[in-house]
């Protein structure tokens, strides 16, 4: 028993470990029928990330990018990939066991084949491997108990979405990120207590690869510093001198040279902006939203990280120089998060980009778990410790229930991945039974970024009263004493179809707003109604497509008369003989109504 004490964080890593290869092997690879391995790489940024590896190893092509694909951008020296090289540095040596294995069993070796996407798998449970090992180090260097590591290291990875993007959709940066700062912390402490050169040179690889991975770490990675020396004095004399110069220096320099290289091999130039059309609104950051918003908030969707918080207060008691670290790290991250223009990172579980910071947030929790019972006590005088530390495991344990259902709920589509709000989160909340699935609709896409203020170009409302430009409508009635359409065995009751102009075909990204206001006489007979948004050229082919459902949930009462807003971003029309055609897709060929709707089209200006 006290052998099995004494390794209770490495028992909790393999736990960690087997319960992860589970999920990628029935959820991964053979989830929805056995084919969702083939949707490794189904988000953009997968994409991105991805094709550098056979792009550079496969078909050495780098500078052929197809201006077409949604993460390759264009600049003043021509196209790239926005994405950096970080995370394909991670996968690079699974990339190469895939293709020897491919190669030697005489299937397909083009990097898009089973093994290349199962083995990002592997790739993700090595490197969760590899942060566990490191957290744990960190944690033992540290002070703190092995159970309570142990503790720790169960709540960071099943507690928080760090499990989902490490499981279920490892293509994404987060957990590599989560790699490097965990590395750095282990290496980074372990030179400062040694003046060991190999640690150096592991925590100044790490500290690269996580600027490469994602170059905005560059900030809270230099925060971390003074915590990871103990002082601002130690962290000067070990780190300011010649000798370690001469170490920290070239490592860097030789990475930014890889990144400046796949520029040069793309376009022939060795330093680009390529996040062109993208940028910050740093006078307007969307704080409250980022943390306690219902679309995306951290503390939301990642409760666990709100107890993790209160590991501050010990913090600054024991270590004032790693309290004021963290404190800047936390502040600048989040202002960071909240000032870019899509705050919410895209379609998510929960809010992705604070993966990044879990290794603090796993120290934090840390000092919580070893040190908030205590001050408890003193606080409330009826409480034991032994009371104390009970409700606080217990609250945490109750993060990591809510954390697993709420997973569960993302992947089986409960939880809607870019448009929740309170209403759509209490109806789902903690529902896990097939009828929620999909069970919510609408759209809210946040408006592309743009250096100026947008222009409105387009505006059309009509309330079924008289015809109007580019309007079809079908079945036009009464309800309550006006004009309405009344879909009964319609599939499609209305659409609207907008032309190319100068202005839509000059237009690089345009962005709607849409409302419609709906009745529904018998309770969910407009449950199966999409909105579409499809632009199509002269040969009616699709340049663009988005169907959703015009209910942002199931009604909850019978005669629902109700308006809904959606938001929509669309690209720019790539012919000027395109055109956009918004329509009502009625496709179970249910009965209601719809009384009014708006359209609202701005240009926007990246």
């Not at 003074?226 to 320099?253: C, Q």
């Not at 408890?376 to 993060?399: G, M, N, P």
């Not at 790539?574 to 918004?582: A, F, N, R, Y």
Request: glycine share 6%.
């Amino acid at each position: 028993m006290k052998t099995l004490l004494k390794n209770l964080s490495k028992i909790t890593i393999v736990v960690i470990l087997l319960i992860s290869a589970w999920f990628v092997k029935t959820a991964r690879w053979e989830g929805y029928g056995g084919e969702n391995w083939k949707e490794q790489f189904s988000s953009d940024d997968a994409k991105g990330y991805y094709s550098y590896l056979p792009q550079f190893f496969i078909r050495h092509d780098l500078n052929k990018q197809n201006p077409d694909l949604p993460y390759v951008n264009k600049t003043e020296k021509g196209y790239v990939n926005k994405y950096f090289i970080g995370t394909p540095i991670f996968w690079s040596p699974f990339f190469g066991a895939a293709y020897t294995y491919t190669k030697l069993r005489g299937q397909p070796s083009d990097g898009y084949s089973a093994p290349f996407k199962k083995m990002i798998s592997i790739a993700a449970l090595f490197w969760l491997c590899i942060s566990l090992i490191c957290l744990s180090e960190t944690l033992r260097m540290l002070g703190f108990s092995d159970a309570v590591s142990a503790f720790t290291l169960l709540l960071i990875t099943l507690g928080t979405n760090l499990f989902y993007y490490a499981v279920l959709e490892p293509t994404m940066s987060h957990l590599y990120s989560f790699t490097a700062l965990s590395a750095l912390l282990c290496f980074g402490m372990k030179y400062f207590s040694t003046g060991r050169k190999l640690f150096l040179v592991i925590s100044t690889l790490a500290f690269v690869l996580g600027v490469l991975i994602r170059p905005t770490n560059i900030v809270w990675m230099v925060c971390l510093l003074p915590f990871l020396a103990g002082s601002f004095s130690a962290f000067r004399e070990k780190m300011l001198n010649r000798s370690v110069l001469l170490i920290v220096i070239p490592i860097t320099l030789l990475f930014i040279f890889f990144q400046c290289g796949v520029y040069y091999l793309e376009t022939g130039h060795w330093f680009l902006r390529t996040y062109a059309g993208e940028g910050f609104y740093f006078f307007h950051p969307h704080f409250l939203k980022v943390l306690f918003g219902f679309q995306k908030g951290w503390y939301i969707y990642t409760p666990l990280a709100a107890v993790a918080m209160t590991g501050l207060i010990p913090l600054y008691r024991q270590n004032k120089t790693a309290f004021w670290s963290f404190l800047a790290v936390l502040v600048l991250f989040t202002y960071t998060i909240a000032a870019w223009w899509s705050w919410v990172f895209a379609d998510s579980f929960g809010h992705r980009a604070f993966i990044d910071l879990y290794p603090m947030v796993a120290i934090l929790l840390a000092y919580a778990l070893t040190f908030i019972p205590g001050i408890i006590i003193r606080k409330v005088k009826f409480l034991s410790e032994i009371d104390s530390r009970f409700l606080l495991r217990a609250a945490c344990c109750l993060c990591l229930g809510i954390n697993m259902i709420q997973t569960y709920q993302f992947y089986q589509h409960i939880l809607h991945y870019n448009s929740m709000d309170w209403n759509r989160y209490k109806y789902v909340f903690l529902k896990t039974a097939p009828r929620y699935v999909n069970s919510l609709g609408g759209c809210v896409d946040i408006q592309p970024y743009s250096t100026q203020t947008p222009q409105p170009i387009y505006h059309s409302e009509n309330s079924f009263g008289n015809s109007l430009p580019g309007w079809t409508t079908l079945a036009v009635t009464s309800f309550n004493g006006k004009p309405a359409l009344h879909f009964r065995g319609e599939e499609y009751g209305a659409s609207l179809e907008i032309p190319a102009d100068t202005t839509l075909s000059a237009s690089k990204k345009l962005f709607a707003r849409i409302s419609l206001t709906r009745y529904e006489a018998e309770r969910n007979s407009s449950s199966g109604v999409l909105l579409v948004a499809n632009i199509q050229n002269a040969k009616n082919a699709h340049e663009f497509y988005n169907a959703f459902p015009i209910n942002d949930e199931p009604a909850d009462r019978e005669g629902d008369l109700t308006t809904f807003h959606y938001t929509l971003e669309i690209p720019g029309f790539k012919d000027k003989s395109s055109k956009l055609i918004l329509y009502i897709w009625n496709q179970k060929m249910q009965d209601f109504y719809i009384t009014d709707m708006k359209v609202e089209i701005d240009r926007i200006f990246p």
